[in-house]
């Protein structure tokens, strides 16, 4: 495998239809203001390097990047390639990732509006999170130890798992189908409409109006805190551990709940039941 170390890069596509090599303490920055330093490459490996040049990497198959740095001008860092693993990296881009499919991310701090759109497969871990419309319309995914911040989080996703995750996001999971929450904080506005076969496990939910117009809906043993007009027009199994402040028109299904604020049921099609019940005791 060809190695390169301690070089800086700052003409056109720098490194085009690069093959097996590895990439050591580099610069891809300076006047040149050049863009695409390895797009359509293979079997790369990037160790310790800054990348502070547009569209780094699109294209590849094969490509490892690990305790790097994508600054905010390295925008569009990584389209339509495969086979991506990412980890102790910052990517501070706009749109750093896109079109990809295979990806393992782990320890990675994210600060990119709109990344993650039309991914497959990917995994991440441990990593925190910055940005709007967070892996919109992506699918076969699994989180593990997220921290997110931002607005439109995980609209459209698809065939999805996050464990021990914290997301402050408002408009999040809107039409999102066969997901499933576990052991996770969930905070913002508006959460999950129009969403399909949605679980959510062991979670704490916090927020007004949420999990509204909802299909297939599930809740195991959550804790709903500040919300209020849940489950307007929702399909829901609902099992709760704390009191909630509202409820409204639920249209089928069950919401255990130990105590509700108010429970409101103004259209013939509320036919959902909602159940008064001491949690500790399991009874009614």
Partial sequence: MEMIINQTFDEERALYGARGITVKTCRFDGPADGESAFKEGSDIVVEDCFFNLRYPFWHDDGLKIV???MTELCRAALWYSEGIEIADTRLHG???LRECSRVKMEGCDI???EFGWFVKEIEMRDCTVQGEYFMMRSGQMHFDGVRLKGKYSFQYIQEALFENCEFDTKDAFWHAKNVT???STVKGEYLAWYCENVTFENCRIIG???LCYCKGLKLVNCEMLDTDLSFERSQVEATLTAPIVS???PL???IYVPEAGEIILD???AKGEIVIRDPKCNCA
Avoid: D, F
């Fill in 252 to 254: 089928s299904g069950h």
């Fill in 94 to 96: 706009i749109k750093a």
């Fill in 267 to 269: 259209i013939p099609e």
């Fill in 111 to 113: 600060i990119s509006p």
């Fill in 181 to 183: 929450v576990r052991n």
């Fill in 67 to 69: 305790r790097s740095e």
């Fill in 208 to 210: 007004t109006q949420p």
């Fill in 247 to 249: 409820i409204k028109n």
